[in-house]
């Protein structure tokens, strides 16, 4: 199951695109209005995306504008601010902008739609010396999430194997869903058949990939597939969207000759 190179990091999840579609809107308008357009983004329907908005500020860390809770940092220098785990965020997206033009900051903030502090990204660009910026919450799968794609991805391959993996690989598709995929492998040798975020992987060895811990993550789901037709397991893998090493917890089924598994990532 390894997740490099992600396929989320080529195309980006639902939530990241609509994140990027928003900089490009903001970033567009600030080009044609300059520093002053960046009022707009206080009450301007058009940078505002349901619970993503657009936020601008200063490579000297004057913060100007926002559609969201930031908002009560305008008119203050936010050099110093720091996320819920003390880290300067704000500093970090400034030098980013400054070397790059461009990048992405992540960082641990209060999530208002379930009122805990949760991992949050900001992608952002400069014009001139304002930074445009957009912030999003990376989705997080729950394990019945998972388990219901995993029922829907065997009943697909039970009635069509040959149309189910390629489904499975669909990015638009109803079997890729933020940060759950599935995943096939063919049980006599490992192979893979399918890999909803890796498709690169496809026709290589499986029971070959090692994971952080030292183990090998699907032989082991392979032995006990054999033996029970399913299985659970859990074990240190790469987030294709944070991009960190998490506890990924993979529920699993054999389909015939195949294991077909979907795995998330514990909060």
Request: aromatic share 10%; charged share 20%; glycine share 10%.
């Amino acid at each position: 199951m390894a997740d490099t190179p992600p396929r989320e990091a080529l195309h980006g999840t639902s939530v990241e695109r609509r994140a990027m579609a928003l900089l490009d809107r903001a970033v567009a308008h600030i080009e044609a209005t300059g520093e002053a357009g960046t009022a707009a983004f206080n009450h301007g329907p058009a940078f505002i995306d349901r619970d993503l908005y657009a936020y601008a500020l200063k490579t000297d860390g004057s913060f100007l504008a926002s559609g969201g809770g930031s908002a009560a940092l305008v008119g203050q220098n936010v050099l110093n601010e720091v996320d819920l785990n003390g880290k300067p965020f704000f500093r970090e997206i400034i030098e980013q902008a400054k070397a790059f033009g461009a990048g992405r900051v992540e960082y641990r903030w209060f999530n208002p739609a379930d009122a805990r502090g949760e991992p949050k990204v900001a992608v952002f660009r400069a014009v001139g010396d304002v930074i445009v910026a957009a912030g999003y919450y990376p989705p997080r799968a729950t394990a019945m999430q998972a388990k219901v794609l995993l029922r829907d991805a065997v009943t697909a391959m039970a009635a069509n194997p040959a149309a189910a993996l390629e489904h499975f690989q669909r990015l638009n598709g109803p079997f890729i869903r933020d940060d759950l995929y599935v995943f096939v492998v063919r049980l006599a040798d490992g192979i893979f058949l399918a890999h909803g975020a890796t498709p690169s992987l496809v026709g290589t060895n499986s029971y070959e990939l090692i994971g952080p811990d030292g183990h090998h993550i699907v032989r082991r789901m392979a032995e006990i597939a054999r033996k029970a037709q399913d299985g659970e397991t859990e074990y240190a893998w790469r987030n294709p969207v944070s991009g960190k090493v998490e506890t990924k917890h993979t529920y699993f089924k054999t389909v015939g000759d195949t294991l077909v598994a979907v795995g998330y990532y514990r909060r």
